[in-house]
């Protein structure tokens, strides 16, 4: 959908910047966007002055410092990474691994905490760095556990994908494959995001019972067979219904986010 207002066409030109394009001159995005010269400079000035783009001369624009300061933010206050915390750190005294909160936003998910007990990270997708959608054990932990009515839309669009990975041909097949995983309490995954590695995750669900985040443990496959795997999906979904119970707990009526809708 275009962007309908000038807070909307602003915020648009910090979705372009992704890790296939980390530096976009002012041609480039109004060829992208369309916008009249005097109105894209003016976006990028508001933007620059906020400090959420930057450049030098004769160069094009890069995110800007102000991204930085908002991350730190966002690790010191966000209850997931908070509540989160202690659980990555048990995960990563028992077993040699990387474990990792993903969260889901928007049609992403990304690593927003992880620790790690191995001499190298066992994960592709470090810290920021958005996730397959449709691959791998942490998106099945979420996927599962949608209401149909957000389930069915989502499989239908990454149709193809799911199949790649073995869940069905038809979107009948692959919603049995995660009634399965719905039924086990947490999903399991063989070399699909990463070669070599088995993922394990559980779901993380806000106070009405949604999905929002997944915890996983990523852990080599020469070191894990099926009977143990089973015990480290247990340990993970207990910790996962850890931290749902800690947001609940947390949360108030003012943090609602249908109390704050703008209409």
Sequence with gaps: MAPRNSLERVLAILEVFTEERLEWTPEALMEVFGYSRPTLYRYLKTLKDAGLLTSMPNAGFTLGPKVVEMDYLMRKSDPLVLHGASSLKN???RYSCTA???RWYGSKILCVASECSTPS???SYPRGRPMP???????RSIMA??????LIPLVEANLEE???VGLGETVEEILQSLKRVRRAGHAVAHGEVTPGVVGVAAPVFDAASIPIASLC??????EVVSDRIDRIGQEIRQAADEISAELSRERSPSSDPESHKVR
């Excluded at 959608?133 to 998106?139: F, M, N, P, V, W």
């Excluded at 443990?217 to 020469?222: L, N, R």
């Design 91 to 93: 995960l990563t005294k």
């Design 100 to 102: 990792l909160l993903v």
């Design 121 to 123: 990270p066992l994960s």
């Design 133 to 139: 959608l449709a691959r791998g054990a942490i998106s």
């Design 145 to 150: 556990f949608l209401p149909r009515r957000r």
């Design 162 to 164: 799911l199949h790649s």
């Design 217 to 222: 443990a990523t852990i080599s496959g020469d």
